[in-house]
């Protein structure tokens, strides 16, 4: 099993930059594949970006070309940079892991959640 903790959320204004961070604790982060996912008030958890253990990435087009999700496997650490906010991306963000070699990216693919940390983009 793996334990994810969040960190990095707040708030910013339009147009402003954050990132966040992953650590996982339990076992070996490169044995996962991770996940980003989000979840607005009053909307389903929607996927932000996955990375599997080979580094592939995948993102929502809604994210495309302004988040970057990354992962340091020495560090047993995930990244979500997020650069040019916008006001719908306000919601808690989650991070998220599995076994696997593939790439994952609904949500029931994933056993493992942290706690979620929030993201307020306003002005």
């Known amino acids: 099993q793996v334990q994810l903790v969040e960190s990095g959320g707040g708030l910013v204004q339009p147009g402003g930059s954050l990132r966040l961070s992953c650590v996982a604790s339990?076992?070996?982060?490169?044995?996962?594949?991770m996940g980003w996912y989000r979840q607005a008030p009053g909307k389903q958890r929607e996927l932000v970006a996955t990375i599997t253990r080979s580094g592939t990435t995948n993102y929502a087009d809604s994210v495309k070309g302004r988040f970057t999700i990354s992962r340091d496997n020495a560090k047993n650490t995930g990244y979500l940079q997020m650069n040019s906010l916008k006001l719908e991306d306000t919601a808690v963000y989650y991070c998220?892991?599995?076994?696997?070699?593939?790439?994952?990216?609904?949500?029931?693919?994933?056993?493992?959640w942290g706690q979620g940390t929030q993201v307020t983009v306003s002005s």
């Open positions: 339990g076992n070996i982060l490169s044995l996962y594949v």
């Open positions: 998220s892991a599995r076994l696997g070699i593939g790439s994952y990216t609904r949500v029931n693919d994933y056993p493992y």
